[in-house]
Nanobody
Framework: QVQLVESGGGLVQAGGSLRLSCATSQRTFSAYDMAWFRQTPGKERVFVATVGRSGGSAYYSDSVKGRFTVSRDNAKNTLYLQMNSLKPEDTAVYHC???????????????WGQGTQVTVSS
């Protein structure tokens, strides 16, 4: 069982920045491919970004490409999402997820964090 804990969410004005973290005590963190998804009330989780086990192979949704950067520190067992130039439409609960293999399909992820709320005011 992989336990994931997100942090770093909050309220920010449009144009601002936030850095989300996703930490685990799992020593095999480096064996997992990781991703960020976001969810708004009444809607399904939507892919944001994914990163491979070594930190390479990063992919982004078109809506965040050029503004968000996904990274990981395997020595600290932590995944990050740097979010710049935030827009009101980025408001959502952001979840990290882990699995073996890179994919944008949320139904294929085995482990999820509880999420952290990001609210962007106009």
């Amino acid at each position: 069982q992989v336990q994931l804990v997100e942090s770093g969410g909050g309220l920010v004005q449009a144009g601002g920045s936030l850095r989300l973290s996703c930490a685990t005590s799992q020593r095999t963190f480096s064996a997992y491919d990781m991703a960020w998804f976001r969810q708004t009330p009444g809607k399904e989780r939507v892919f944001v970004a994914t990163v491979g086990r070594s930190g390479g192979s990063a992919y982004y949704s078109d809506s965040v490409k050029g503004r968000f950067t996904v990274s990981r520190d395997n020595a600290k067992n932590t995944l990050y999402l740097q979010m710049n130039s935030l827009k009101p439409e980025d408001t959502a609960v952001y979840h990290c997820a882990a699995r073996f293999g890179v994919t944008r399909d949320p139904t294929l992820y085995d482990y999820w964090g509880q999420g952290t709320q990001v609210t962007v005011s106009s």
